[in-house]
């Protein structure tokens, strides 16, 4: 054999068996019900954002969450407490709120939803992270828009 394939030969090999096991670890990586898992969570979080309910709104939402945001063209940054402060319990009114994409990797997913309440819509951008085996809100960077309702 000539000296050039008996130096490739190995890493080749080497090679092969680390994509294959590689991808094969990386494709374990997800548990079959994460998607469902994921959903839950954002569901919970539409529910406690619209019920003004602060329990719920904070078991979806890690301890180290921080809402991001643009105001009067200022950076804005509130963390979960702060946020949480914010809401008061209320009947659920005409609140609708969907998750529009969702993409997962492993632990790590993002979502983006949209909530849509009188004459605003939210467009927020979720990342979530599953935490010993448990999925949470880790981060959230939000849109807010006037919309015109529509005329009967």
Same mark, same amino acid.
């Given at each position: 054999?000539?000296?050039?394939?008996?130096?490739?030969?190995?890493?080749?090999?080497?090679?092969?068996?680390?994509?294959?096991?590689?991808?094969?670890? %990386?494709?374990?990586? +997800?548990?079959?019900?994460?998607?469902?898992?994921?959903?839950?969570?954002?569901?919970?979080?539409?529910?406690?954002?619209?019920?003004?309910?602060?329990?719920?709104? *904070?078991?979806?939402? %890690?301890?180290?969450? %921080?809402? #991001?945001?643009?105001?009067?063209?200022?950076?804005?940054?509130?963390? #979960?407490?702060?946020?949480? *402060?914010?809401?008061?319990?209320?009947? #659920?009114g005409d609140?609708?709120?969907?998750?529009?994409?969702?993409?997962q990797t492993? %632990?790590?997913?993002?979502?983006? *939803?949209?909530?849509?309440?009188?004459?605003?819509r939210y467009?927020?951008?979720?990342?979530?992270?599953?935490?010993?085996?448990?999925?949470?809100?880790?981060? #959230?960077?939000?849109?807010?828009?006037?919309?015109?309702? +529509?005329?009967?």
């Open positions: 054999m000539p000296m050039f394939l008996q130096l490739v030969r190995p890493l080749a090999v080497a090679a092969l068996l680390i994509f294959a096991f590689g991808s094969k670890a %990386h494709a374990q990586a +997800a548990a079959p019900n994460d998607e469902a898992q994921i959903r839950a969570v954002v569901n919970s979080y539409f529910e406690g954002w619209a019920l003004g309910d602060t329990v719920r709104l *904070s078991a979806a939402m %890690h301890a180290s969450c %921080h809402l #991001k945001f643009v105001r009067n063209n200022e950076f804005g940054e509130v963390n #979960k407490q702060t946020y949480l *402060s914010g809401f008061k319990p209320q009947p #659920k609140v609708q709120a969907r998750i529009l994409t969702l993409r492993g %632990h790590a997913a993002g979502i983006v *939803s949209e909530i849509t309440t009188g004459s605003s467009t927020d951008y979720f990342n979530l992270l599953r935490i010993k085996g448990r999925w949470y809100i880790v981060d #959230k960077v939000a849109y807010r828009e006037e919309v015109v309702a +529509a005329t009967k």
